[in-house]
């Protein structure tokens, strides 16, 4: 069985197979791309859970997919869960989909600048 980044690493290279680069990677996820460059080449030993997430997300649908299923990771239906959730639940899920857009608006500034 594969370690979890060793199935991160088979899928960022199915997807540069199918034409995504590294700089198209880091941009879409967030991530820097010498990083994602010392990961392929297996120079990095450890990689953080949200880097790992953010770059399995970036990723071309038919390849998270495939790669979520090989991480034993479900599709889930966020809006069915949130809708039978008490308040507490709902408020903290729109205040980390609140930061997550503000942090991305400040990926894509930066970006521009």
Not at 50 to 57: A, E, Q
Request: cysteine-free; charged content about 25%.
């Amino acid at each position: 069985m594969l370690e979890p980044k060793e199935i991160l690493i088979e899928a960022i290279e199915q997807a540069m197979s199918e034409g995504m680069t590294n700089a198209k990677l880091s941009r879409a996820s967030g991530v820097n791309n010498s990083m994602i460059s010392r990961l392929l080449t297996r120079e990095r030993e450890d990689i953080r859970s949200r880097d790992f997430f953010k770059l399995v997300y970036s990723l071309p649908q038919h390849i998270k997919s495939a790669t979520l299923a090989k991480l034993g990771m479900v599709n889930f239906d966020l809006a069915a869960i949130a809708a039978s959730s008490p308040p507490e639940e709902k408020a903290r899920v729109l205040e980390a989909i609140a930061h997550s857009l503000t942090v991305q608006n400040k990926e894509k500034a930066k970006a521009v600048a």
